[in-house]
């Protein structure tokens, strides 16, 4: 399992050891380490938002021919790959985006719960060993405050996903379990992060933050297709 995740992990531990080179401070390296990797994957949740809401359009169609050919899968089949490539919709285009974000994010917390696994630099040895703000070493669990804090940051997270999905027209497939994980979700991050070193901690909990404020921006990009979406129909 680490050799896979190694392969990904490895270069994440240079950037890591590079950005420290410079910053000199393992607390404010993992912040701006965080800030880099999540912009890096912020063109995906663009592309995943674009595709849920081209989702949204393409729903009332595909319900349409799922009750028309309900008895007759082969010509349901057909059917919708027909829709697919009339409203040029890739079905799997919300999927993609989180596909390839799932291995980095794998790798990013194998780094972060052992970082001298890979990362050869030895100055790392006493870097995540250090103290930031009232944690007074990173590499040890801290109990309460940045669990909670990134359990809180989950949560709000979960709450703008809850509604993509809404907005997408694929609650009612997955409005229920997406409900009973907002709260679930944020629980077990609070609990694994009273274990997990505190820098994994940390690095999850900015994060976090920064999706929500992704998910500001993505509301607003929803929106702005909405809009295109109906010119286009009274056209």
Known sequence: MY??????????????????????????????????????LYPLYIKQTKSM???????????????????????????MAELYKEEKFNPMGGCLPMLIQMP?????????RQPMQYMQDDSMLFAVHESFLWIMDLSQ???????ILAGVAT??????????????????????MMKMMKFIFPVMIVWMGRSFPAGLALYWAIGQFMQIFFNLHLRS???????????????
């Open 104 to 112: 980095i994010i794998m790798g990013l917390f194998a780094l972060l």
């Open 53 to 79: 809401a081209r989702m949204s359009e393409v729903q009332p169609k595909m319900a349409a021919l799922q009750r028309k050919y309900a008895n007759d899968k082969e010509t349901l089949n057909i059917k």
């Open 155 to 176: 949560f709000i997270s979960f709450y703008f996903n809850q509604q993509q999905t809404d907005d997408s027209g694929a609650a009612a497939q997955m409005n229920g």
């Open 141 to 147: 669990p801290d109990k309460w405050i940045l669990p």
């Open 3 to 40: 050799t896979i995740l190694g392969v990904i992990a490895k270069p994440l531990g240079l950037l890591l050891s590079f950005l420290y080179g410079f910053i000199n401070d393992y607390g404010i390296t993992i912040i701006v380490f965080t800030i880099i990797v999540k912009t890096c």
């Open 221 to 235: 990009v929803r929106k702005k297709i909405k809009e295109e979406s109906k010119k286009k129909k009274r056209k």
